[in-house]
């Protein structure tokens, strides 16, 4: 079973960026609710946190 960072390379090795972070955000929460069935997941704002210096590094964004 990966792990989040894992998912996360997967998913943007395999469909590219999605259009917002938000829609990252969401597909990651999916991803951890789907793995835990429901039961100890990260908020959105902890994942959100997590993914912001990747999205930035891969968009070239400042921080």
């Given amino acids: 079973m990966p792990t989040g960072l894992v998912a996360l390379v997967i998913?943007?090795?395999d469909h590219g960026l999605p259009?917002?972070?938000?829609?990252?955000?969401?597909?990651?929460?999916?991803w951890f609710s789907n793995q835990?069935?429901?039961k100890k997941m990260p908020d959105s704002r902890s994942?959100?946190?997590?993914?912001?210096?990747i999205w930035r590094?891969?968009?070239r964004e400042d921080p």
Avoid: F, H, Y
């Fill in 11 to 13: 998913r943007i090795v």
């Fill in 19 to 30: 259009t917002t972070q938000a829609e990252l955000v969401a597909e990651m929460q999916e």
């Fill in 36 to 38: 835990s069935d429901g």
């Fill in 47 to 53: 994942i959100r946190r997590r993914i912001t210096p």
């Fill in 57 to 59: 590094a891969l968009r």
